[in-house]
């Protein structure tokens, strides 16, 4: 089982760029779930993806969009970077009926936004 | 809105001492309860869970209580190694919640031999 894979590992875009992660959850898990994580920071849940449709979302601009696929792997997009945008995304993966009591996450995608 | 506090870091320890890292949640309802850890350079492990109140989550030496009449979740080791030192998060999820965590915002711990 190769757990929750991300991809790719490190990116560095120029602000105003546009940027596309990606995230295959974990074998048998249905929903995914996106976060930021700012250096020094806890995660902050952007947000979260069930049956192909975001289910919920937290503060974030319109900016962080999202998709899932039927396979249940997911996108997330950010349009017209900004530097506060340079964070490490983490992707976790869940069942839809533990969503809330077991969560497994990816290793991330560090972004730099120069 | 809920929120986690988690006590701030860095906490220093040599081998084999007594680690504590205290934890307390604001919540609209009846949370579940997790420490997650993150290593260097790498994403978040789930190291223990509680999902009702008096639950003790346990693993790899740590264990944590949930304490509703405290509203907290310390997470303790008896006898710490340098394979400890990482990150440590504190987090909650609410039933209605769809599947939201709520991270404090980290304890780094640093061991030494």
């Known amino acids: 089982d190769a757990g929750v894979t991300q991809s790719p590992t490190h990116l560095i875009k120029t602000r105003g760029q546009q940027v596309t992660l990606r995230c295959s959850p974990k074998?048998?898990?249905?929903?995914v779930s996106w976060y930021q994580q700012a250096l020094g920071q806890g995660p902050q849940f952007i947000f979260q993806y069930y049956e192909e449709e975001e289910r919920q979302r937290g503060n974030f601009p319109d900016r962080f969009s999202g998709h899932q696929f039927p396979n249940y792997s997911s996108e997330l997009n950010v349009n017209a970077l900004l530097l506060g945008d340079s964070a490490l995304y983490l992707c976790?993966?869940?069942?839809?009926?533990?969503?809330?009591?077991?969560?497994?996450f990816g290793q991330g995608t560090r972004l730099t936004v120069v | 809105g809920n929120s986690v506090t988690q006590m701030e870091g860095p906490v220093t320890l040599s081998e084999e001492a007594f680690l504590t890292i205290n934890c307390t949640y604001t919540?609209?309802?009846?949370?579940?309860l997790f420490w997650y850890v993150q290593y260097p350079g790498e994403g978040l492990q789930l190291l223990l869970k509680a999902t009702k109140a008096d639950d003790k989550g346990s693993n790899k030496g740590f264990e944590a209580t949930y304490r509703k009449e405290t509203t907290s979740f310390h997470l303790e080791k008896g006898s710490v190694q340098v394979s400890d030192s990482a990150v440590y998060f504190c987090?909650?999820?609410?039933?209605?919640?769809?599947?939201?965590?709520?991270f404090g915002a980290g304890t780094q711990v640093v061991v030494t031999p």
């Open positions: 976790a993966s869940s069942t839809f009926d533990r969503r809330n009591t077991e969560a497994f």
């Open positions: 919540a609209t309802g009846y949370p579940s």
């Open positions: 074998s048998g898990h249905d929903t």
């Open positions: 987090a909650l999820s609410e039933a209605d919640s769809w599947g939201k965590f709520q």
